[in-house]
């Protein structure tokens, strides 16, 4: 049910509809991961082995979409599945990023790592993460 309501945050475009995303933050969307995903992510998204999950075309990711403000703001814990393997370590909260960095790094992530770029409204973004658990 959850994930249901996450859906219906999501408005779902394709690559060539890239004219309705504003890319302009996604150099600092970037710079972030660099500094606060990369170390446990990796740059290209791969993840570290059967320790941190891959972001590089995730099926985790692309499901819950809508989670990531939250995941970035709470981290997350218990046992996922990402493709074929599952993963148990948690992911500590990443601390000190204003709703904006948020919002960059989500655009930057969404636009990079899902086989198809997926869009999520500023405004949903930034409301999201104000209203996480
Ligand atoms: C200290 C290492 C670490 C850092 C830093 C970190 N993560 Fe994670 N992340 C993890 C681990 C471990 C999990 C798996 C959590 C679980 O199994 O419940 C995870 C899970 C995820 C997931 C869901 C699973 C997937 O692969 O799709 C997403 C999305 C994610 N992280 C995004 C991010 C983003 C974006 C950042 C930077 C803002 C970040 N993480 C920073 C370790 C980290």
Do not use: W
């Not at 791969?46 to 590089?56: D, K």
């Not at 990531?68 to 000190?96: D, E, F, Q, W």
């Amino acid at each position: 049910m959850r994930s249901l309501t996450f859906l219906c945050l999501l408005f779902l475009f394709s690559c060539s509809d890239s004219e309705l995303v504003d890319l302009k933050n996604i150099s600092h969307g970037a710079e972030l991961y660099k500094n606060y995903c990369s170390n446990c992510h990796q740059m290209d998204g791969s993840g570290l082995a059967q320790l941190i999950p891959p972001l590089y075309q995730s099926d985790y990711l692309t499901e819950n979409a809508g989670a990531l403000p939250c995941i970035i703001k709470n981290g997350l814990k218990g046992k996922i599945r990402v493709g074929s393997n599952s993963y148990t370590l948690a992911m500590p909260a990443v601390r000190n990023l204003s709703r904006d960095d948020v919002k960059d790094i989500c655009v930057y992530v969404l636009q990079k790592f899902p086989k198809t770029p997926i869009v999520i409204a500023d405004s949903v973004l930034k409301n999201t993460h104000k209203n996480c658990p």
